[in-house]
């Protein structure tokens, strides 16, 4: 590799392993362990990655005696190839993290299965009538949620899948459990369902949005919740007293929506740049005054944004496939990668050492960053 080739490495370039898929990456999830990242891909396989790098990034610096500068050289190895799955369903296929480094794999025949490490199917937790369209597992409780789309299912550990009642049609792809699996929220035609799941299913409360949810996500401490709607900007919903607003404004979709631990703070996509608020402040009601300017906006909507587990920083991915990990309320942006496939998904693991990215070309990575890189 001559000289000036080296100079017009990125940081992506520098500390991603990356692979192509023949499909667009839809999701992508790190196990419980971080041990594995698996892809889901739109001609319904999964492709799965190690996370252990035989060429870390800590392998590949170096510091010069003299001036004292830190460079990292190249990768020279081809990174070990993903592990695939044949096709499971049609299109799309949900996923969850199972047990230490397994996943759960919603199927177009109905099964929710437990798919190893390696790439092997094994025993299904879940059976339904039609396809699974959604799936979640907690797992203190040992519970997975799935839907079909027309109805909501929760089983426990290997027992049979009981309906939870309901009178309006749930989402299609839209379910979660908060965190310690005490309550489950799916999405409605043109709302949110939210149920105590400990003991026996009980409704809390329905409630009603201007458009469908296509995401859901839980506040660290399971007291709120936020929605990326399908049109509309998303719904922020206070479980604890029941306040829910809608957020507009948007130039686009608000596809994604992740809650800052560090920063008790919320952020997401469909802006052009990164939107944050301050949970001191909710914006709820027209409030802006916790708005945390985050990153620099630019000319090109987010897709997509991840929270850092441990530190307050948030990474963002691009429509033109930008990637950047800005500093909370800062301008201050790491730029990861200036441009490539639309960015799909992206997600920390949980020590916070490796960004996971897919992209609708087909590109699956895994971006490790040297320890020192975030102080």
Request: hydrophobic fraction near 45%; glycine fraction near 10%; charged fraction near 20%.
């Amino acid at each position: 590799m001559n000289q000036h080739a080296i100079q017009n490495l990125t940081l992506f370039d520098l500390l991603a392993r990356s692979w192509r898929r023949p499909s667009a990456i839809a999701d992508l999830r790190f196990s419980t362990d971080d041990s594995t990242v698996a892809f889901t891909c739109m001609d319904g396989t999964v492709a799965i990655a190690a996370v252990a790098d035989q060429e870390s990034p800590e392998s590949r610096i170096r510091v010069s005696g003299d001036l004292g500068q830190t460079t990292i050289r190249p990768r020279e190895k081809l990174p070990a190839p993903l592990i695939a799955t044949a096709a499971l369903g049609d299109g799309d296929i949900p996923l969850a993290s199972y047990l230490r480094s397994s996943f759960l794999v919603g199927t177009a025949t109905g099964e929710a299965v437990h798919l190893t490490a390696d790439g092997s199917v094994m025993e299904t937790l879940v059976k339904i009538d039609g396809p699974i369209v959604a799936i979640d597992h907690s797992r203190q409780p040992a519970m997975t949620a799935v839907s079909n789309g027309q109805d909501v299912f929760l089983s426990r550990g290997h027992g049979d899948a009981v309906r939870l009642r309901h009178g309006a049609a749930p989402s299609t792809d839209a379910l979660a459990f908060s965190p310690g699996g005490r309550r489950l929220a799916y999405g409605l035609e043109d709302g949110l369902s939210i149920w105590i799941v400990e003991g026996d299913a009980t409704l809390i409360s329905d409630i009603s949005f201007s458009a469908r949810p296509v995401s859901i996500r839980w506040s660290g401490d399971g007291t709120w919740l936020a929605c990326g709607l399908e049109t509309g900007g998303f719904a922020l919903v206070s479980v604890t007293d029941g306040r829910a607003d809608i957020v507009e404004g948007f130039p686009s979709p608000v596809r994604t929506v992740c809650w800052s631990l560090p920063e008790n703070a919320l952020f997401t996509s469909g802006a052009f740049r990164i939107a944050g608020w301050s949970m001191t402040a909710p914006p709820l009601h027209g409030d802006a005054s916790g708005a945390l300017e985050t990153g620099r906006a630019g000319l090109v909507p987010v897709k997509t944004v991840a929270a850092h587990p441990e530190k307050k920083l948030i990474a963002a991915g691009y429509t033109n496939g930008r990637i950047a990990i800005a500093q909370i309320g800062a301008r201050d942006e790491l730029l990861v990668r200036p441009l490539g496939g639309e960015i799909a998904a992206l997600a920390w693991s949980g020590d916070g050492r490796h960004l996971a990215v897919g992209s609708v070309d087909g590109t699956a990575a895994i971006v490790t960053f040297p320890a020192q890189m975030f102080k």
